[in-house]
T-cell receptor, first 116, second 116 residues
Framework: AQSVAQPEDQVNVAEGNPLTVKCTYS??????LFWYVQYPNRGLQFLLK??????LVKGSYGFEAEFNKSQTSFHLKKPSALVSDSALYFC??????????????FGKGTKLSVKP | KAGVTQTPRYLIKTRGQQVTLSCSPI?????VSWYQQTPGQGLQFLFE???????NKGNFPGRFSGRQFSNSRSEMNVSTLELGDSALYLC???????????????FGPGTRLTVL
């Protein structure tokens, strides 16, 4: 069965420090991976995606993610965190080759807290 | 381009009632998906519509239904509401121009449904 795991419920970072939000996945077939961010009482905003090509993907607001096939991971990173980055982050996988016909499977989410 | 819009934004109903939620996708997007977000279960896929046809369905009871119109607007209906249906219902649209291509899904702000 397909699944996405975000092992940390919360990540705390000081402003200006680098941040990492972890994600691992388990799918049959090729994984297509996404990161979304959700601010309080808002919908999800797309940050970035990995389909194919370079393992390092750059996205919105200075975020990037590294796809690692051997470790089945897709960690979200940012070199220098801002207080405004504080939000709920979701990793998702869209399985194209399996039997789920491509719907998004989300992780449980990681709350990022950036302190000044 | 205007984003995904959802109406109403907030809704309060009582058990046993039914409710209809509306979603207007980004102009030109033909695929609409619905997700339920709750604190306990996280984000769960409800169904996906493309060209007025339901293409994929998540693991929800038959009380949850939807449809898509010729202009790609979509509605979802929940009948005989239960307390556990209280959630944020998110709609997402994507171009889905080519079958099998993992198009990015863009989310609306959601409808917050409270069942009393």
């Amino acid at each position: 069965a397909q699944s996405v795991a975000q092992p940390e419920d919360q990540v705390n970072v000081a402003e200006g420090n680098p941040l990492t939000v972890k994600c691992t996945y388990s799918v049959s077939g090729n994984p297509y991976l996404f990161w979304y961010v959700q601010y309080p009482n808002r919908g999800l905003q797309f940050l970035l995606k990995y389909i194919t090509g370079d393992n390092l993907v750059k996205g919105s607001y200075g975020f990037e993610a590294e796809f690692n096939k051997s470790q089945t991971s897709f960690h979200l990173k940012k070199p220098s965190a801002l207080v405004s980055d504080s939000a709920l982050y979701f990793c998702a996988v869209r399985d194209i080759d399996g039997g789920s016909q491509g719907n998004l499977i989300f992780g449980k989410g990681t709350k990022l807290s950036v302190k000044p | 381009k205007a984003g995904v819009t959802q109406t109403p934004r907030y809704l309060i109903k009582t058990r046993g009632q039914q409710v209809t939620l509306s979603c207007s996708p980004i102009s030109g997007h033909r695929s609409v998906s619905w997700y339920q977000q709750t604190p306990g279960q996280g984000l769960q896929f409800l169904f996906e519509y493309f060209s007025e046809t339901q293409r994929n369905k998540g693991n929800f009871p038959g009380r949850f239904s939807g449809r898509q119109f010729s202009n790609s607007r979509s509605e979802m209906n929940v009948s005989t509401l239960e307390l556990g249906d209280s959630a944020l219902y998110l709609c997402a649209s994507s171009p889905r121009v080519r079958a099998g291509v993992p198009d990015t899904q863009y989310f609306g702000p959601g409808t917050r449904l409270t069942v009393l």
